[in-house]
């Protein structure tokens, strides 16, 4: 079994930045692939950004350029840089960790972009 805890939400004006953390332990095998997702109200969850054990990133295209992902493979944790954020960013945040085909999720942190 998985355990994700985030940590790092909050409230912040337009263009402001934002660094969640998402610590991992439990069963955890290398060659996993660690995530982001979001979820705004009455909109269905959808990808932030991934990156692999071995470092490839893979981003939606909403926040290119805006977000960088990145993990600590010894610490277990993979990390959201948020810079430019924009109102349309804000949703609950969800840690994902994936090995082959079984999912774990956080709990979730609350993101909100005043404007």
């Known amino acids: 079994q998985v355990q994700l805890v985030e940590s790092g939400g909050g409230l912040v004006q337009a263009g402001g930045s934002l660094r969640l953390s998402c610590a991992a332990s439990?069963?955890?095998?290398?060659?996993?692939?660690m995530g982001w997702y979001r979820q705004a109200p009455g909109k269905q969850r959808e990808l932030v950004a991934t990156i692999t054990w071995g470092g490839t990133r893979n981003y939606a295209e909403s926040v290119k350029g805006r977000f960088t992902i990145s993990r600590d493979n010894a610490k277990n944790t993979v990390y959201l840089q948020m810079n430019s954020l924009k109102p349309e960013d804000t949703a609950v945040y969800y840690c994902?960790?994936?090995?082959?085909?079984?999912?774990?999720w956080g709990q979730g942190t609350q993101v909100t972009v005043s404007s």
């Open positions: 994902n960790l994936r090995i082959v085909t079984m999912d774990s």
């Open positions: 439990g069963n955890i095998f290398s060659m996993n692939t």
